[in-house]
């Protein structure tokens, strides 16, 4: 066991005005299973450069292990598997590299296989099994599960419940429950560590939120009343300070040491209450740094006018002379929200382009509704570049809907300055997704949406697409996503 220790960390990219860390300290035990969490844009995978000193900082960063980053490059994925695995465990002999592999259920032989021809998921396992390998490393693993099928996260979960010494960045709850300790936490103004699984820390972070909020309503009462307070006995010790120079009612002499005396004291008074008040406004100030803003989003669904939108008997997509699946028959009527789940390769996505009218070859019936319009997301955002706006005109959207929507999922206005091409890949899979709620359309269709996107935007849309009774054709490998969304599921 060692540490890691993180002393004074401040960074902030050259050009940029703002700091992404500043003054951080904490401490890491290179013997945890470290959930990261956080969202999307506020640092998680610099953080991860900083570590393996992509980037110069001030402060100290203090390890007694080196760091190994997931995915690692392959410089050549032409290769031989086997090939490249040598080349990045020299010394390790080859019944210790089938170990690994056979923990993550996968077949010797594709080690003789060229490495670019192995699905996602084996070239995930395959990385993961030759870096856990390396002698006193400490994994820092950045999103593994993206187009990982739920079986192959399931399996990569078990693997690294039996491993430790590793920093581990996903967005999926299920996933983070089943392998992770602590989770180390980047929120809005600080970050932190606490032992537990995912649903410890959120369950912990709901509670503190909760006994924010309230305390933040009783502070703000209590200024008002104060604030009230002040003002009253301020008037009274200034209409009591004005008789000093009048008469009693009986015509007598006033006493003005008495009045005057009655004033300071009122006088003392206020001043009194008005401290109170700054105390409370001080600690009022302390509350809600970290609440994480959650508004409710809308979304431009429309009523078709039937309930069946979308139909398919026995139907199979080609791709040349290989059939990619077989025999698909479902229907998609007006608020269904239908999850397609299958193996990587099973054929999902190519579903999906047929029914947003893609050419695809295919055998079988399929008819879709006329004028029927549909609101696709794709897994790709490699295209977005440019300015926000431009965007949001090119693709004849409501500009200020469209940016309202990504405010509420967390973007700072200084985000719609910049680039697209410069977001994080969670705030790119955001434009795509605050583009296709910004759509009038019947018909939703999203492959793999989720990628990159940070849990509480997740949850913001769970939110959003069960109260507006939404009908969507969804992709996604997040298991408490589907489970709370899917209406039914179609096995491929």
Known sequence: MSLINVSNLTFAYEGSYDNIFENVNFQIDTDWKLGFTGRNGRGKTTFLGLLLGKHEYS???????????FPYFVENKGENTLDIIHEMLPDR???????????????????????????????TKVLLA??????????????????????????????????????????????????????????KTNIEIQKGTFSDWW?????????????????RKDIKRLSDAAKQTSNWSHEVEK????????????????????????????????????????????????????????????????????????????YGDKKVCSDISFTI????????????????????????????????TFRKGSQLKISYVSQDTSHLQGDLSDYARIHGIDESLFKAILRKLDFARVQFEKDISSFSGGQKKKVLLA????????????????NFIDVISRMQIEELLLEHESTILFVEHDREFCTNMATKIIEL
């Not at 089938?98 to 060229?114: I, M, T």
């Not at 912990?204 to 305390?215: G, I, S, T, V, Y």
Request: hydrophobic share 35%; net charge negative; with cysteine.
């Open 333 to 364: 009527e007006q608020g269904d929200r239908i999850a397609l789940a299958g193996k990587n390769g099973a054929g999902k996505s190519s579903l999906l382009k047929l029914i947003c009218g893609e050419e695809i070859t295919y055998t079988g």
């Open 59 to 69: 402060g100290k960063i203090s390890a007694q292990v080196h760091f190994e980053y």
């Open 130 to 187: 030759a870096l856990f390998l390396k002698e006193n490393a400490f994994l820092l693993i950045d999103e593994p599960t993206n187009h990982l099928d739920s079986h192959a996260r399931k399996l990569v979960s078990e693997y690294l419940n039996s491993k430790s010494g590793y920093i581990l960045v996903s967005h999926d709850r299920a996933f983070l429950d089943h392998c992770v300790d602590h989770i180390l936490s980047i929120n």
């Open 243 to 318: 008789t000093k120079n009048g008469t009693r009612n009986s015509g007598s002499k006033v006493d003005k040491g008495y009045i005057g005396h009655k004033a300071a004291k009122m006088m003392k008074r206020s001043k009194g209450i008005e401290q109170r008040q700054h105390s409370a406004m001080d600690e009022k100030s302390k509350l809600l740094k970290n609440v994480e803003t959650t508004e409710s989003l809308k979304m431009a669904q429309l009523r078709y006018h039937r309930s069946q939108l979308v139909e398919l008997e026995h139907v199979s997509i080609f």
């Open 93 to 123: 002999l080859h019944w210790e590299v089938v170990r690994e592999l056979s923990l993550l259920q996968v077949a010797e032989d594709v080690l003789y296989r060229p490495f670019d021809t192995l699905s996602n998921g084996e070239q």
């Open 435 to 450: 583009k296709s709620l910004s759509e009038k359309a019947h018909l939703h269709i999203w492959d793999e949406p989720l």
């Open 203 to 219: 369950e912990n972070k709901e509670r503190q939120d909760h006994f924010e909020l309230a305390e933040n309503e009783k502070l």
